[in-house]
C-alpha cells in the first residue's frame, strides 16, 4: 500500500513523497537526496516541529513488542529506512519498496555543508558527554567553519530538572534541527516532548550516529553496502550485541517471511 508526506508551502512545486506500509507503518520510499532537501526545507518552517526517524530490524522488532513505541513511531512526520533489512523487506512486502537506505553515518557530513549553505541551526543532544564533544569536534574539521548552535550530552532524567534546561538551551539558541542521540525508545520519547513544547522546525533521531563521529568504528563501505554492518557491530561487541543481532535479525526474518505469506 502506498501514500504520501505532506509537504510544506515552499516544497510545493515539488512531486509528492511517496510511502509505502511496512508493518503498518509508512515508510518514505526517498532517496538520500530528496531526504536532505526535505530535512532543509522544514528546518526553514518555524511554525511547524515534526519529528523524523527510522526503521531497521532492530526498531522493527521493538515496534512489535512495545505499544507505546508502536505509537511513538506511528505519530513521526518522516520514517525512514535505515538498514538495508528494511528495503530488502520493503521491495518483498511492498513491491517496489523504497528506493536506498537511507543511514545518516554515509551522509552527515554533506548534511552539514547543506545546512551551512542554508544558514540553518543544529544542535547535537544525545550520548555522553565525551562522545558527543568528540562527535561535534570531529564533524567541524570535516566541515570548516560549521559552528553546532548546541552539544549536549543526552544523560539525563526525562521529566527532570536537567531536562527543562535543555529545553530552554534549545529554545534560546533558536535552533532550526536537533539531531537526538539516544537510542530507542528513549530518542523517540524524548523527540515527543520537543515537538510538544514546540520552537524546533525539525527533531531527527539518529540512534547511535554521534558514536561512529566520536568513539566506534564504522564498518567498511562494502559490508554496508552488502547489509553486513551488523556483523562489523557484532564482532566488535559480541557480549552486548549478540541477543540484538542474532536473535534479533531472525526474529525480524521470521516476521518478514510471515508477512509475506
Known amino acids: 500500500m502506498e501514500g504520501e508526506i505532506p509537504r510544506s508551502p515552499e516544497a510545493s512545486t ?7 506500509s511496512l508493518f503498518g507503518l509508512p515508510l518514505a520510499a526517498i532517496t538520500v537526496d530528496e531526504f536532505i532537501d526535505q530535512l532543509m526545507v522544514w528546518a526553514g518552517d518555524r511554525e511547524a ?20 513505541y508502536r505509537r511513538a513511531m ?10 538495508m533489512a528494511v528495503v530488502r523487506a520493503s521491495a518483498r512486502l511492498a ?40 562527535c561535534a569536534a570531529t564533524l567541524r574539521e570535516q566541515v570548516p567553519g560549521f559552528e553546532f548552535a548546541l552539544v549536549q550530552h543526552g544523560h539525563f532524567a526525562l521529566g527532570g530538572p536537567e531536562e527543562e534546561d535543555v529545553l530552554e538551551a534549545l529554545a534560546a539558541a533558536r535552533v532550526d534541527m536537533v539531531l537526538v542521540g539516544m537510542g530507542s525508545p528513549r530518542q523517540e520519547q524524548w523527540a515527543s516532548s520537543v515537538r510538544a513544547r514546540g520552537g524546533v522546525p525539525v527533531i531527527w533521531c539518529v540512534g547511535a550516529l ?25 564482532a566488535l561487541e559480541p557480549r552486548r550485541l ?5 536473535l534479533g535479525n531472525l526474529e525480524f526474518l521470521w516476521r518478514v517471511w510471515r508477512a509475506a505469506r
Do not use: C, K
Open 14 to 20: 515539488r512531486p509528492v513523497l511517496r510511502t509505502v
Open 49 to 68: 516541529s515534526r519529528v523524523v526517524g527510522y526503521l531497521n530490524a532492530h526498531t522493527s522488532n521493538l515496534i512489535h513488542r512495545d505499544p507505546s
Open 74 to 83: 506511528e505519530g513521526l512526520d518522516l520514517l525512514y529506512a535505515d538498514g
Open 95 to 134: 513491491p517496489p519498496g523504497v528506493p536506498e537506505r537511507v543511514n545518516a553515518g554515509d551522509f552527515l557530513v554533506r548534511f552539514l555543508w547543506a545546512a551551512q549553505a542554508r544558514g540553518r541551526r543544529v544542535a547535537l543532544v544525545g550520548s555522553r558527554p565525551e562522545t558527543v564533544a568528540r
Open 210 to 234: 554521534f558514536e561512529y563521529f566520536g568513539t566506534r568504528r564504522r564498518a567498511p563501505v562494502w559490508m554496508r553496502q552488502a547489509g553486513l554492518e551488523w556483523a562489523f557491530r557484532l
Open 242 to 246: 549478540a541477543r540484538r543481532y542474532l
